[in-house]
């Protein structure tokens, strides 16, 4: 099938629309993220503590509601809720050795509150379609300064583990040098969350690969 300049424009704009439009119908609704969260000292392995979130939301004088569910070992969904008005931080507690590192947020205007909300059956149906496998992908990274400009490179700041069932994990990188050779770093992990690489090297290219495995402790 062959397509002529004023075809591939006409597509263009079609696609440009319907992201433009997408982009418009999510910035309608309040977002919520997870901003500082770590491994409490408490637990000898695993576990998952959160400390605080942020809303972003359109209309700052409207109250957010976020349903947060958090995912234990045993298979069951903690739920909790949280409040605030318009855009903001939001301070948690939340802290336990049970907890795998998985959770799923739900933001809505209070006074528009869903009729129906999502169940503890309907997070678990969303988490199994993302697979049966642990992955690792970095997460936070950004151009090396130090580095010569003729040969850009890295600097590799956060990688992020998810893992099914909170698995332990050992995750190998593996990283491409503008020579082609690789150079690997290994990790390991106990459940999904994220994973503090800071690697400066300015002989990387900024490809890699990954192999993650799940390993007994």
Request: glycine share 6%; aromatic share 14%; charged share 20%.
């Amino acid at each position: 099938m062959f397509f002529n300049r004023s075809t591939a424009i006409f597509f263009f704009l079609i696609f440009s629309s319907l992201l433009s439009f997408a982009q418009s119908e999510a910035s309608k609704h309040p977002q919520f993220v997870v901003t500082k969260q770590q491994h409490p000292d408490m637990c000898h392995v695993g576990g998952l503590e959160i400390t605080e979130g942020m809303v972003h939301s359109p209309k700052p004088h409207e109250f957010v509601d976020v349903l947060l569910f958090l995912q234990n070992y045993d298979g069951s969904w903690t739920r909790k809720f949280f409040t605030r008005k318009g855009s903001g931080p939001i301070k948690m507690k939340l802290s336990s050795c049970n907890f795998t590192g998985n959770y799923y947020a739900y933001a809505y205007f209070s006074k528009e509150r869903p009729s129906t909300l999502p169940t503890s059956k309907d997070v678990e149906a969303r988490h199994r379609k993302r697979g049966e496998k642990p992955k690792f992908r970095i997460a936070k990274k950004s151009p090396n300064p130090e580095c010569h400009q003729n040969a850009p490179s890295w600097f590799l700041e956060q990688g992020e583990v998810f893992t099914p069932n909170g698995e332990a994990v050992e995750v190998t990188l593996f990283l491409q040098r503008h020579d082609g050779t690789w150079r690997k770093k290994h990790y390991s992990q106990i459940g999904s969350g994220f994973v503090d690489l800071n690697i400066q090297d300015c002989t990387l290219n900024g490809k890699y690969r990954t192999l993650v495995q799940i390993i007994s402790l």
